[in-house]
């Protein structure tokens, strides 16, 4: 059996606050496999963010384990996390998080030049993923001449240009209207159709019901782990 893509043992996050023990994670343990398309959920609060964030490298628990492709994280040094996520974890975020005075092709080229390529071969790649986003024609735009859902297109080319095994999406619809929602969401599902394991977190009920499998955090702790039964099928968009 092969291992799972993501495992956690037990795993805490503690933070200290006005003399009290605040456990943002609490003793979760659970495992996602390779090819899942997985929506966690939850409050404020609930835990969901840190648990994204210790699962992304972003951030190291308290205590328990996380393990990656089944290496663990735990024990790793910063430039040892800081590589593990820019070979197997894309990320893409609610706000973008876009170059503000960079064309799309050098925001995209971004993540290469921590993986060591050269500048034609950066150029190359990044413009590959522009192009199966459908912004061929935007390569040289910066994002202010780009809409929201352009702009969260060229945010997914950067996560998908190092070819990482999983995408983490952090509320990645939550600044676009309906219609580029779904957009964005139909671009995940074919995503996950072509193989990418695809964890989102999602406050949204409807944008959670685009995944396969839901997590629900509440104080910390996951309170259901279950499949989507009637599961929402995006319908493809004209680019936005």
Do not use: W
């Not at 990320?91 to 998080?97: A, E, K, M, T």
């Not at 735009?141 to 080319?157: E, F, M, T, W, Y």
């Not at 995944?211 to 009637?230: P, Q, Y």
């Amino acid at each position: 059996m092969s291992q799972p893509l993501v495992a956690t043992a037990d795993l805490v996050k503690t933070y200290e606050l006005g003399g009290e023990t605040i456990h943002a994670v609490d003793g979760v343990s659970l495992t996602i496999e390779n090819g899942e398309f997985v929506a966690i959920m939850g409050a404020s609060g609930s835990g969901k963010s840190t648990f994204m964030n210790m699962i992304g490298c972003l951030d190291v628990p308290t205590s328990g384990i996380v393990e990656i492709d089944g290496i663990p994280t735990s024990d790793m040094s910063g430039d040892d996390l800081a590589d593990l996520r820019n070979r197997k974890i894309g990320f893409v975020f609610q706000q973008f998080n876009l170059l503000a005075r960079t064309t799309a092709v050098d925001n995209v080229a971004v993540p290469l030049i921590y993986a060591g390529k050269g500048g034609e071969e950066r150029r190359d790649l990044a413009t590959q993923k522009l192009i199966a986003m459908g912004l061929g024609d935007r390569l040289a735009n910066s994002p202010a001449k780009l809409s929201g859902g352009q702009q969260q297109r060229v945010a997914i080319a950067r996560a998908l240009v190092t070819e990482p095994l999983m995408l983490l999406a952090d509320e990645p619809t939550g600044a676009l209207d309906t219609r580029t929602s779904e957009d964005i969401m139909q671009i995940f599902q074919q995503l996950n159709d072509d193989g990418i394991t695809v964890i989102l977190v999602t406050h949204e009920d409807e944008i959670a019901d685009h995944a396969k499998r839901k997590i629900i955090f509440r104080d910390g702790k996951v309170i259901e782990d279950s499949i989507v039964t009637n599961r929402r099928i995006a319908a493809p968009e004209v680019a936005a």
